[in-house]
């Protein structure tokens, strides 16, 4: 009697509807990821001239998100849709050859950095700090290297972030998405505590006018 009484209860805990608190979570977390990757997109499509539906209609070719810029760089450069290069690149093609294949120089890769850029960007660097841009062409960039280049470059003529800082946030492992998502935000907040700051000036300002009017003899 008791062992049916207690797989009773059992059933009817686990039967039990689950907490809103608990969906509210899982709801909110969808949410944001989501607009994670809109922003994401719509930076994208505004720095490389494309619509939102083209940037989701390459996405949902498989091409993975962090790839997006590569592509779309490629694409406005080369002058040819972004089909185009997706169709290329899920054939198997590298990123490098893409690029050779459309005439194009590693030049539009990379963004000047005022540091040594360390890893994942030393090697890279290091292979054209010391080369004339005529034999650019000779030395081969991997992936990897092709795909932190062109997003540390978009991110940071996005926002006028200093490269050293999206370097630095690359090296700590966060993904692209993560880092646009970190550095639009700190964007954003800037722009609303400056009008703040200007108020909080010309308040100091006033302030010391009339203090100084006061000592006027």
């Known amino acids: 009697m008791r062992r049916l009484l207690v797989t009773a209860f059992l059933a009817v805990i686990l039967m039990a509807p689950i907490a809103p608190t608990a969906r509210a979570e899982v709801t909110v977390g969808a949410t944001i ?14 720095q490389y001239n494309y619509s939102e539906k083209e940037i989701v209609a390459i996405q949902k070719r498989n091409i993975p998100e962090d790839e997006l810029p590569v592509l779309f760089c490629i694409a406005r450069r080369a002058q040819v849709s972004p089909m185009t290069i997706a169709k290329l690149r899920l054939g198997g093609q590298s990123w490098w050859d893409i690029t050779i294949h459309y005439g194009l120089s590693p030049d539009l890769f990379f963004i000047p950095v005022d540091v040594d850029p360390g890893p994942p960007y030393g090697r890279a660097y290091g292979y054209y700090k010391d080369k004339d841009k005529h034999h650019w062409k000779t030395v081969r960039l991997e992936d990897v290297e092709i795909i932190n280049l062109v997003n540390l470059r978009f991110i940071c003529e996005r926002y006028k972030k200093a490269p050293s800082e999206v370097i630095r946030m690359r090296a700590r492992g966060d993904n692209f998405v993560r880092i646009h998502g970190e550095v639009k935000r700190g964007k954003e907040a800037k722009k609303e505590s400056a009008p703040n700051a200007v108020v909080v000036n010309e308040k100091r300002e006033g302030k010391k006018q009339s203090q100084g009017k006061g000592h006027k003899k």
């Open 33 to 46: 990821g989501d607009d994670g990757l809109k922003e994401f997109h719509l930076a994208i499509g505004r």
